[in-house]
């Protein structure tokens, strides 16, 4: 199908969920989706600039701003946002708090800023920012450079994953670097190199340096990819597509292990029949250890049946990210060939846009018309076609 078609319906649909306050999650009205959320708004404000639609980037500008306004006396910024004509309701996390709309709200307003050569627009907000970087040193717990998370504390809501996770890592590092970008702090300098450094001896193979955890370093076999997670109780070392694309993205790895990256990550892609990555790989299931985990993590109904949702679902959205990862590392035709598996997948049932897939049946989960899946065809399509580039 003609990419120009599909970018065509992925900006109507940012057009339809763009309200006074922000972008809201999904056009669809289902009331925890008609909010405005952290990472959703920012992820749907990348694609904005990347679109260069003034309407799109001024929604983002008002994301920021309905986020940065209800951000916590103790620096949180909020989960989610829902406005309404008398009423205010804010959430911080449900099961837990959201350690990742802290670095993703970051990340916003130094894009932004970027995009539109306001540094004053960053300035503006510079007493926001320092709080959550104050926040984030406090979420190290041990003041160790990792943050600690908790489970259900990121976009992964309902999957395993806690302690050291490694996407939360990686965000926060492009966060330091975006804000560093304009702020220039010889502090947040090396603390991007500290946790670049925790990073690279804790989640990569025959690292030298002292580990966190050495035992259970010693126990796993880091060989294609980074583990998605490790805490006191061990190592997760489930495949995890977000943050193998951000570590990808962010360059993080020797050059050798991050070529073992891409490697396994465009043969897993090849494998599944909707040509996407999965979001996490292998699935768990009712035979494995983690089962009790998973099936017990889930505030209303459970989701996570294996080949689905975070479970080895696939997500259009993940997929997004690890275009631009591809395109970082000079690979612009499996890139090319990935927005047009993305597009595929937004495009069932008449540009439906779901949330994620069934790995093995390719059966739409999840809510329709979601933002974010519509943000990845904008940003992918954008890169490859218009040469876009973030601040990274």
């Given at each position: ?17 763009a309200s006074s306050e922000g972008f809201l999650a999904s056009a669809q009205n289902i009331s925890n989706y008609k909010r405005v959320w952290a990472r959703d708004g920012v992820i749907c404000g990348l694609a904005a600039l990347a679109s260069g639609d003034e309407n799109l980037i001024e929604t983002f500008k008002h994301t920021l701003e309905t986020l940065a306004n209800n951000q916590h006396k103790n620096g949180t910024i909020p989960s989610n946002v829902m406005t309404t004509e008398k009423i205010v309701e804010v959430s911080y996390g449900g099961l837990a708090g ?295």
């Amino acid at each position: 199908m003609d990419n120009d078609i599909n970018y065509g319906e992925a900006i109507k649909l940012l057009q339809r969920v763009a309200s006074s306050e922000g972008f809201l999650a999904s056009a669809q009205n289902i009331s925890n989706y008609k909010r405005v959320w952290a990472r959703d708004g920012v992820i749907c404000g990348l694609a904005a600039l990347a679109s260069g639609d003034e309407n799109l980037i001024e929604t983002f500008k008002h994301t920021l701003e309905t986020l940065a306004n209800n951000q916590h006396k103790n620096g949180t910024i909020p989960s989610n946002v829902m406005t309404t004509e008398k009423i205010v309701e804010v959430s911080y996390g449900g099961l837990a708090g959201r350690v990742d709309a802290v670095t993703w709200f970051i990340i916003g307003i130094c894009q932004y800023a970027y995009y539109k050569k306001d540094k004053a627009f960053v300035a503006k907000y510079n007493a926001v920012i320092e709080k959550c970087l104050q926040l984030l040193e406090a979420w190290e717990f041990n003041n160790k450079g990792l943050l600690y998370v908790p489970l259900s504390g990121n976009w992964a809501d309902e999957y395993i994953t806690d302690g050291y996770v490694l996407y939360d890592q990686l965000l926060r590092i492009w966060a330091l670097k975006s804000y560093n970008y304009f702020v220039k702090d010889i502090e947040i300098t090396n603390k991007i190199e500290k946790i670049t450094a925790q990073i690279e001896i804790n989640f990569t193979p025959n690292s030298i340096g002292e580990k966190y955890h050495d035992r259970a370093y010693n126990e796993i076999n880091i060989q294609e990819f980074m583990p998605c997670a490790f805490s006191p109780a061990g190592y997760k070392t489930q495949f995890d597509a977000f943050a193998n694309s951000l570590a990808l993205y962010l360059n993080i790895g020797s050059q050798e292990f991050q070529n073992k990256i891409l490697k396994y990550c465009i043969a897993l892609k090849n494998q599944i029949p909707l040509q996407l990555l999965p979001a996490f790989w292998p699935p768990i299931y009712d035979s494995d250890l983690d089962w009790n985990l998973l099936k017990n993590n889930c505030k209303y109904e459970f989701r996570n049946y294996p080949n689905e949702f975070h479970n080895g679902g696939s997500w259009t959205m993940v997929n997004g990210f690890f275009g631009l990862a591809l395109l970082s590392k000079g690979k612009t035709s499996e890139a090319s060939e990935l927005l047009e598996a993305i597009n595929k997948a937004n495009a069932v049932d008449d540009f439906s846009f779901y949330e994620n897939f069934n790995s093995e049946t390719k059966a739409p989960n999840g809510v329709p018309f979601c933002a974010w899946s519509a943000a990845a065809t904008v940003m992918l399509n954008q890169s490859i076609n218009t040469n876009f580039k973030f601040l990274v």
